[in-house]
């Protein structure tokens, strides 16, 4: 090797250590969706379980965990910690920025590792409350935190808009045993879908999930149709409970505080689902035609019903792609909600799961209409 070779060699090694050590010196924000959930072994566990690790957090000496509940709209000063600080979001939405860089949203089970002496604030989101946990090592003075001046936000905070490339889901059997659910649910097919919920609590869908599946499928199918699934879900529970059946109840939403602005959170909801911008969803519906509709979409479809958190933004999306193919004649809403779903992360090859399980739940002519809506898309 030659001098001039020898000298690329070392050149690189410095770039390559000076790029690891800069990201090690910076917030690291972990997904709930990236972490590798497994299930666990049945030799330790009497029943299903499921566990996800999360990023190991660097720690000399003792620790301090502490439980830290924000309101809507509160957040910290800045700060810094001595040895790091590591935050994991238990509920709600909620919003962290290191000095000098955007401000970045963070969701329930989320996770993030601060370094030790980075400036950075945390707290909640404008309209939604939040609460971590926080596990911060303490220095050997007994010093866990520095807090520094108050955080100069503007009026009125904006989320950031969805990154241009999204990351690709892949499609679990939970979420695709929604589909069948909506399905018969919104054709008012009570006799299949009684096995479909059976199916989706096998598949792990939590009681309190498949009542959320009800209430946001309202909105769509109407309320006599949502109720007859909402009552059929009930007697079938009653009926698994005699046989001694206990299903997951699960989570509920978070409670936000009751001067929640769910339009305003409507229009920021569209933005993240449309990849537009706030300004484009801030725009009357109809060119103020009809107000009702408008605030009826915006404030308490986009607003409330996406706010309750049980069920993420794609498993909603599912549940209505699905809600309209079985509805049929409903082409441009259907080609709105497949864009979305394609928003969230779901590729041509995870669509076709969604089409084939329609397929089986609605047949060949809804589901061949629904295939032909999203080929336009292409």
């Given at each position: ?29 972990t997904r709930a969706e990236q972490l ?51 935050l994991i979001v238990t509920e709600g ?81 939970k979420q695709l045993s929604l589909i ?199």
């Amino acid at each position: 090797m030659t001098r001039n070779q020898i000298n690329a060699v070392l050149m690189m090694s410095a770039i390559s250590g000076a790029v690891l050590a800069e990201d090690k010196m910076q917030q690291q924000i972990t997904r709930a969706e990236q972490l590798d959930t497994q299930s666990a072994p049945s030799s330790n566990f009497s029943g299903k379980a499921n566990f996800a690790r999360y990023p190991v957090m660097p720690s000399q000496g003792d620790v301090a965990p502490a439980i830290v509940n924000f309101d809507a709209g509160t957040i910290t000063n800045w700060h810094t910690h001595p040895h790091g600080q590591y935050l994991i979001v238990t509920e709600g939405e909620g919003r962290t920025q290191e000095w000098g860089k955007p401000i970045q949203t963070i969701h329930k089970g989320d996770t993030i590792w601060c370094p030790p002496n980075v400036k950075h604030w945390h707290g909640a989101s404008e309209y939604s409350a939040m609460s971590h946990i926080a596990i911060t090592p303490v220095a050997t003075d007994g010093k866990s935190v520095t807090w520094l001046e108050k955080v100069d936000l503007p009026t009125q905070v904006k989320p950031l808009k969805t990154p241009a490339k999204t990351e690709i889901v892949q499609l679990s059997s939970k979420q695709l045993s929604l589909i069948p659910i909506a399905a018969f649910t919104a054709t008012g097919d009570l006799e299949k879908l009684k096995p479909a919920l059976i199916k989706g609590l096998e598949n792990g869908l939590t009681v309190n999930e498949i009542k959320e599946v009800f209430a946001h499928q309202y909105a769509y199918a109407g309320f006599p149709r949502a109720l007859n699934g909402m009552l059929t879900f009930k007697s079938l529970l009653e009926e698994r409970q005699k046989q001694g059946i206990k299903d997951i109840q699960g989570a509920l939403p978070s409670t936000l505080p009751s001067d929640t602005d769910y339009y305003q959170m409507g229009i920021e909801r569209l933005a993240y689902l449309n990849k537009t911008s706030i300004q484009d969803n801030s725009k009357p519906l109809f060119e103020n035609f009809s107000p009702t509709m408008d605030y009826a979409l915006k404030a308490h479809l986009f607003g409330y019903l996406f706010s309750r958190d049980n069920l993420a933004p794609l498993e909603r999306e599912i549940i209505v792609v699905s809600t309209l193919s079985a509805l049929g004649d409903v082409n441009a809403q259907l080609r709105s909600h497949l864009r979305i779903t394609q928003n969230l992360g779901v590729d041509a090859a995870q669509m076709q799961k969604i089409m084939t399980v329609l397929q089986q739940a609605v047949g060949h002519d809804l589901a061949d209409n629904a295939q032909s809506v999203l080929k336009q898309l292409q």
